[in-house]
């Protein structure tokens, strides 16, 4: 039986752009599963519990999560959060896991309302990874994106997020490759070496 793969968008974004991610995964022999919340109008507590109640009826069946960017830290906060949730790897791409420059710097741009509700988990990050949960961070090298014009990166980053910005404590495997914010999401090598690490826990065995 194909285990689960919920997958999470991104800011500004919605599910239909993770379609070419759920079909390369389940090539590869899982149960994509797309989770639709808005991103700028509603508060992201509202997806965290929408995310959990998808979750829980999974009871002890590992379920994965795959997220981009700002679905990143709706995951993982919501692991956070909730107790009791089934077991499974999360993978994130380009999830500024240690907080957004590029949010913190719309915000003093004047241009908050472009993070939409969701500006303070942006601006602030996680404080912490959850638990006994395997996390694989995959964070772009290709400066295209319209961040660049409101952050300050300080090295390599994604044109939106920059590495350094991808990176917590506790990861299971963190991989640079050479891709853009939001073009990771169609990259066939992301598919792929998601599903590495949704199998083993290492995008590269």
Known sequence: MPQPVILLHGLMMRSPALWLMARRLRRRGYEPLLFDYPTLWRNPGEAMERLALRLYPFEKQKVHVVAHSLGGL????????????????????????????????????????LNGKSGALLRGGLSQLPHNRQVGVIAGAHSMGLGRYFGTFDGVNDGTVAVWETRLPGLGDHLVLPTSHSGMVFSGLVAELTANFLDVGVFRP
């Open 74 to 113: 709706i995951a993982l906060e919501t692991i956070n959060r909730y107790q009791g949730l089934p077991p499974g790897r999360v993978v994130c791409l380009g999830t500024p896991l240690a907080g957004s420059s590029a949010a913190r710097g719309l915000a003093e741009k004047g241009f908050g309302l």
